[in-house]
């Protein structure tokens, strides 16, 4: 499928999704949000893909949602466009692939809470993260309130959200907003690279792990470790989990990069 806005590429095992909307600095409008969904959609019935890597087209990752586009909405627009960025970004989380964020420059607003959806964020040195939406009379509105306190705790979230100021790649990183910082030269090799070693490893376990996480990061550990359980068990049923103890006990090895995703 063609999209005005994405490009998805598909590298052997990988996909690489770039929102591309460079004269807007990749800032998130109803088509663009539009297209990511159907993005996400074609990569989860792919069975050949089994993890994601998603970036921005030139200096921006994503500056925010579109400003533009919401300047003149009303209550009923305002909320509608939040329903849809929040259902879009929710999916995205929920995709039972492992998507790595390369965060290689603006990623403001909705560009911060898109990336936040993601597994794991790596960030450009010229990358530069905000939730700004409190300088132009709104909230964040695409999980903002929501992921960042989650993942960066309540005092730090509430301070960038209440200030909306922005910060570098290395204030990101002491926050824990990302994984680690790289150059802008070798952050999306870097990113490649870390997709095809998770996607290298036994596809139906990683599903699982994620899956087992991002449940269990909502309960109480008591909830949180029966649903470890479900998922190991779980894996008892695969191929995967067969052929890959049994290599280890007779060659000495993993079977990283042969596992059959059954
Ligand atoms: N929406 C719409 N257009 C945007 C945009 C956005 N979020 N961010 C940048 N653009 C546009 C600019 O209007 C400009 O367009 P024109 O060339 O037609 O004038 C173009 O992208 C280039 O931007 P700048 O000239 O401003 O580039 P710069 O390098 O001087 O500044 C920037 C870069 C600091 C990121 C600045 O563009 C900026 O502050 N952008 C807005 C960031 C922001 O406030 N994001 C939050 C949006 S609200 C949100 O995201 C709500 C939510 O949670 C759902």
């Known amino acids: ?35 990511l969904d159907s993005v996400i959609d074609e990569i989860d019935k792919d069975n050949e ?67 936040m959806s993601c597994d794991i964020r790596i960030a450009s040195t010229k990358a530069k993260f905000g939730q700004p939406e409190v300088q132009l009379g709104i909230t964040p509105g695409f999980g903002g309130t929501q992921r960042l306190a989650r993942l960066i705790g309540p005092g730090a979230a509430k301070e960038l959200i209440y200030t909306g100021k922005i910060i570098n790649a290395e204030e990101a990183y002491r926050l824990g907003l990302v994984n680690r910082v790289i150059e802008p030269e070798t952050l999306l090799d870097e990113a490649k690279q870390l997709a095809n070693t998770i996607a290298a490893n036994a596809p139906i376990a990683v599903k699982l792990a994620k899956s087992a996480i991002n449940r269990g990061i909502q ?10 359980s479900e998922v190991f068990g779980a894996c008892f049923s695969t191929e995967d989990q067969k052929e890959g103890m049994n290599t280890f006990l007779n060659d000495k090895k993993y079977l990283t990069g042969n596992f059959k995703n059954k």
């Open 1 to 35: 499928m063609d999209f005005n806005n994405i490009i998805l590429e598909k590298e052997e095992k990988i996909a690489v999704v770039t929102i591309n909307r460079p004269k807007a600095l990749n800032a998130l409008n109803s088509e663009t949000l539009t297209e």
């Open 49 to 115: 893909i089994l993890a994601v890597v998603l970036t921005g087209a030139g200096k921006s990752f994503v500056a925010g949602a579109d400003i533009s586009e919401m300047k003149d909405m009303n209550v009923v627009e305002g909320r509608k466009f939040g329903i849809l960025g929040n259902k879009v970004f929710r999916k995205l989380e929920n995709l039972e692939k492992p998507v790595i964020a390369a965060l290689n420059g603006f990623t403001l607003g909705g560009g911060c809470e898109i990336a």
């Open 219 to 228: 309960t109480d550990i008591d909830t949180g470790v029966s649903i470890e």
